[in-house]
Each structure stands twice: as C-alpha cells, then as structure tokens.
C-alpha cells in the first residue's frame, strides 16, 4: 500500500479546501481563523490524490486557575480578571488570536461568561507530547 505524503498547502488548493472544509460534517469549522497570523494547513495526499486538509492554530491555554482559599469573592474577580487580561496582552503580542481557558467550577465558569469568555461544547481531546518520540499507535 502506497504511504501518504505529508505537506504545506499552497494557494492551487484554497477551492479544494473550501470544498472539503464545507463538504465534511461536524467538523466545526471558523473561517476566521484562516486569517490568524501563526495557521499552518497540512494536505495528506496519497498517489497524487488529496485526502484530507488540517488546519492549526498555536492558542494560549490557561489551565488549573489556583485561588488562595482565603480571598473574597471579590479579590478571586479581580485576581481571574487581572490574569485573563495579562494573558490576553501576551497572547496578542506572540500573534495568538485564540485562548482556552478550562474550568470544571460554576463559579468560576459563570464569571468567565459574564466577562466575554465563550463557553464551547465540543468534545476536547489532549495529548501530551512525550520527551522522545512516540507512535500514536494503540
């Protein structure tokens, strides 16, 4: 069996990408963020043919917020705002245009909303990078 080819998309394949961007369901697809300054779309070709296209962005993730139990409900507000805006700074100056933010608090997930942050409910997958390299195989 024929191995399939990894590469860089080059502007001959936009319509196809368009194409097949709008042709495969629930793949969640934002037009915007074609637009973000650090995006690398990947082609998988096998024999000349183009199999699949996958876009990625570079984010800020901000995980594991950790509150001294101590502060008031308005010292943690004024801690996650503080915070979000100072990652929101850097994420702008690196060109990031995305952040993630994941919570598993109500308090702090209703806060998150109230200040602009969008709550997504798609599945979430992580990998962590291993140190040495690694097949993704079972």
Known sequence: MTSIQIEAVS????EVLVKFLFSTPHNLNDPGVFSYPHVQVLKATRKGKIIAFLPAQLTVTLDAFAINPEATKLEKAMAMHDLFISFRELARQRGVREINF???D????????S?????????LFRYKIPETPQSLEG
């Open 11 to 14: 502007a001959s394949d936009a």
């Open 102 to 104: 994941f919570t598993a």
């Open 106 to 113: 109500d308090s702090t997930a209703e806060f998150a909303k």
């Open 115 to 123: 200040r602009g942050v969008e709550e997504v409910k798609q599945r």
